[in-house]
Structure formats: C-alpha cells, structure tokens
C-alpha cells in the first residue's frame, strides 16, 4: 500500500500526450463528419450554434478539463501501478464508471434529457479515460521503473505485485 503520496513520480510528457489524446477523441467524436450531427440534433444545436464567437473559450475550458483529468488519472495510474494495456482498461473502466457515469448522471436526470445522449457522452468518455490510462500507464514506467518487472493483471493482481515487487515503498 502506497503510504506516502507525495512521492509519486508523473511524466509531464504524457500528461500533455493525455490532454491530446483526450482533445483528439473529442473533436473525432463530437465532429460533424462522425457521430457529431446526431449529439447536435439530441442537443437541439445547429451549426450556427456551434461557431459563434465564445467557441474559442468553450474549447480553453475543455483544454483545462482535460488536463486537470489527465493530471489526476496520472496519480491513480501510478498509485495503483499501472503497467499495460489491461490495467489501464479496468483502471479506465472503474473510475469512468464510479466518477464519470455515476457522477455525470444527475446532469441528464435534472432536467431530463435523452438517454441516447447520456450514452453517447458516456461512451466519448470511457473511450477517453481507457486511452488516456493506457499512455499514462506505458510511457510512466520509461526511464525510472525500466529494470522492474511490471506488475500484469487485474487491479488486485496489480496492487498485490506492487506491494511485493517493491514499487511502492
């Protein structure tokens, strides 16, 4: 168990990897020439709505969101050991999960708004969170950790190996 927090070592460099990835799915997903007229529709926009003059600032906000999500995914990546490709899916999944979907659903519940909607932007963000996991995940363990062995499996597989392989003091 992770008993001193501070001590945890971040890759600026994929944190900023993260904000894009997370900016790159958006723009793919929400994006006009994908799922994006649709998500418009449900949402009652049209394209006028969507390049008026504030949008600049709409697009610094998400920017901002997406680091501070990044910044704080990279902190349970590296609490919890995160090594490979399934650690940052189940990782990914139970904090889009617990966080993200429970969390956020009270925002299509009050007032209340399409299901379809609430599935599409949940799964923008589960496909998210598991790609920004999974780059936190790989590029965290670079230079610093390279000569241990990594710890595979599940979440409690992942947090058993950290504590016996000695990641974690």
């Known amino acids: 168990m992770i008993t001193n927090f501070a001590d945890v070592t971040i890759n600026y460099w994929a944190v900023i990897a993260g904000v894009a990835i997370a900016m790159v799915t958006g723009m793919i997903w929400y994006g006009p020439g994908t799922l994006g007229k649709l998500w418009m529709k449900w949402n009652g926009l049209d394209n006028s709505n969507m390049n ?22 990279a902190h349970f990546v590296a609490y919890f050991g995160v090594t490979d490709f399934f650690g940052a899916l189940t990782l990914g999944f139970w904090i889009w999960l617990g966080f993200l979907v ?24 589960l496909v998210s969170i598991v790609l920004i996991a999974w780059v936190l995940a790989v590029w965290r363990y670079g230079d610093q950790y390279h000569s241990r062995r990594p710890p595979t499996g599940g979440l409690l597989a992942i947090t058993r190996e950290v504590k016996t392989q000695g990641f974690v003091s």
Do not use: N
Not at 59 to 66: C, G, M, R, V
Not at 103 to 124: M, N, Q, T, V
């Open 52 to 73: 008026g003059d504030g949008v600049g600032k709409l697009y610094a906000l998400q920017l901002l969101a997406s680091l501070v999500m990044t910044y704080v995914l």
């Open 102 to 125: 429970a969390g956020g659903a009270g925002i299509y519940i009050f007032p209340p708004k399409r299901w379809e909607l609430f599935l599409f932007d949940s799964g923008y963000k």
